[in-house]
């Protein structure tokens, strides 16, 4: 059974940072791609970062330069570090397997104040 825990969301004032974690299991994670998205009320999810397999990673032109994703693959965790935060930041951050229609954690809620 896939199972993916976020963990790190929080209440932070603009310019400020924070790092999320997700710890998965149920997957043979060093050998998975894994992904963080984001949500707002009334809008769909939002790719926000990916890690693969072998490391490279890629981003979303709104966080690029201020956000990081990266993974530990003995701890089955992968990290977002975020930078810089802006109030359009604000979300619900998902950790993701498996891509759209893959799998996906409880979220964690991401507040930024101006």
């Known amino acids: 059974q896939v199972q993916l825990v976020e963990y790190g969301g929080g209440f932070v004032q603009s310019g400020g940072s924070l790092r999320l974690s997700c710890r998965a299991s149920?997957?043979?994670?060093?050998?998975?791609?894994m992904s963080w998205y984001r949500q707002t009320p009334g809008t769909p999810r939002e790719s926000v970062a990916n890690i693969a397999s072998n490391g490279r990673t890629t981003y979303g032109d709104s966080v690029k330069g201020r956000f990081t994703i990266s993974r530990d693959n003995a701890k089955n965790t992968i990290y977002l570090e975020m930078y810089d935060l802006k109030p359009e930041d604000t979300a619900v951050y998902y950790c993701?397997?498996?891509?759209?229609?893959?799998?996906w954690g409880q979220g964690t809620q991401v507040t930024v104040s101006s």
């Open positions: 149920g997957i043979r994670f060093r050998m998975s791609p």
């Open positions: 993701n397997y498996g891509g759209p229609s893959g799998h």
